[in-house]
Nanobody, 127 residues
């Protein structure tokens, strides 16, 4: 079983930065759609950033464009999410994920298309 593991969450001040990391052992990154999703209380899980396995283009949620940066290390099987200029918000759990088959190859923003999920890391932006 492929088991992603996230780390790096915590409490950060508004306007501050945080870097999340995730390791997903046992898969070849170039064969998978990869991404970060988040879920806030009472909200649906949403794609923050992801890259499809077909076009290899990184997509960002509109509200995080210019502030968040997604990166990966294919050798170490690690994903990163650099979050800058963080806004005050309800705490959200961030999940890293990977998907290989079906629609995940073309649209990485679809929750149901992903196959492997970490347990999440909690991010809280508060003064």
């Amino acid at each position: 079983q492929v088991q992603p593991v996230e780390s790096g969450g915590g409490l950060v001040q508004p306007g501050g930065s945080l870097n999340l990391s995730c390791v997903i052992p046992g898969i070849a990154f170039d064969d998978y759609a990869l991404g970060w999703f988040r879920q806030a209380p009472g909200k649906e899980r949403e794609a923050v950033t992801c890259v499809s396995s077909q076009d290899r283009t990184t997509h960002y949620l509109g509200s995080v464009k210019g502030r968040f940066t997604f990166s990966r290390d294919n050798v170490k099987n690690k994903l990163y999410l650099q979050m800058n200029s963080l806004h005050p918000a309800y705490p959200a759990t961030y999940y890293c994920t990977a998907g290989r088959f079906g629609v995940a190859a073309y649209d990485c923003s679809l929750d149901y298309a992903m196959d492997y999920w970490g347990n999440g890391t909690l991010v809280t932006v508060s003064s």
